[in-house]
């Protein structure tokens, strides 16, 4: 399978923003052609491009360095809503092209968007995990990005309700519930895998089959 460059992936997206695939249905319809309109479409895609430039420019950056720069990037570019308010249903897990494309999300769609983008970086997915947490102050389920330096480390977290990337000793305002990755899925108090639920799987082989149709992730390599 072939390997989508940088400019292949942005022309895949930008074809797939005219059609507006990547929009919700209901957005779509009851956009009117207007200069706010067009506006958002040019700041869309603005995104998106800083988005491709950014994963093709630190690719060969230090892991550390790497974490910082997405952190800092989708925090910036991503503003905070509801999956009702993006996307008109309860519970939704965007594309990382979905996410940047809207400018909107909620913590799963940081997160994922994260996630996705050091993988495209070139971080190991092991190294990574998509964190559910209950966050004390807001006293409400909430999802981070872990990266797990080495398996005997404490892992750093990436949050959008906080900037900083900590260790998981210094984010006592989170607690951990269970965490996953394309490897499986781990449970708080043990660092051993569990038997994914058939509807998980099925969930996150959706979301992953999505990124890689829309440019957000890359393929394989075939070997």
Not at 40 to 69: F, G, I, K, M
């Amino acid at each position: 399978m072939l390997r989508h460059t940088p400019l292949a992936a942005h022309r895949l997206l930008r074809c797939l923003l005219a059609s507006c695939w990547l929009f919700s249905p209901v957005l779509v319809a009851d956009a009117p052609a207007t200069q706010r309109s067009a506006l958002s479409a040019a700041l869309s895609d603005t995104r998106l491009a800083s988005w491709l430039n950014l994963l093709d420019h630190s690719a060969q950056d230090d892991e550390r360095v790497q974490l910082e720069r997405v952190n800092h990037f989708i925090n910036r570019s991503v503003s905070f809503v509801s999956d009702q308010q993006a996307w008109g249903v309860e519970d939704y897990w965007a594309t990382p092209a979905q996410t940047l494309s809207l400018g909107k999300g909620d913590c799963e769609d940081f997160a994922i968007a994260k996630y996705f983008s050091l993988v495209r970086m070139g971080v190991p997915s092991e190294k990574l995990r998509l964190t559910f947490v209950k966050a004390l102050k807001q006293n409400q389920a909430h999802m981070v990005l872990a990266y797990y330096p080495s398996a005997s480390e404490q892992p750093l977290i990436l949050d959008n309700l906080d900037p900083r990337i900590l260790p998981a000793s210094e984010r006592g305002d989170l607690l951990p519930v269970y965490s996953f990755n394309n490897h499986g899925v781990f449970l708080a108090k043990t660092p051993q895998r569990v038997s994914q639920p058939p509807e998980f799987l099925a969930r996150w082989n959706e979301l992953s089959e999505r990124a890689l149709a829309d440019g957000s992730a890359a393929p394989s390599p075939q070997g």
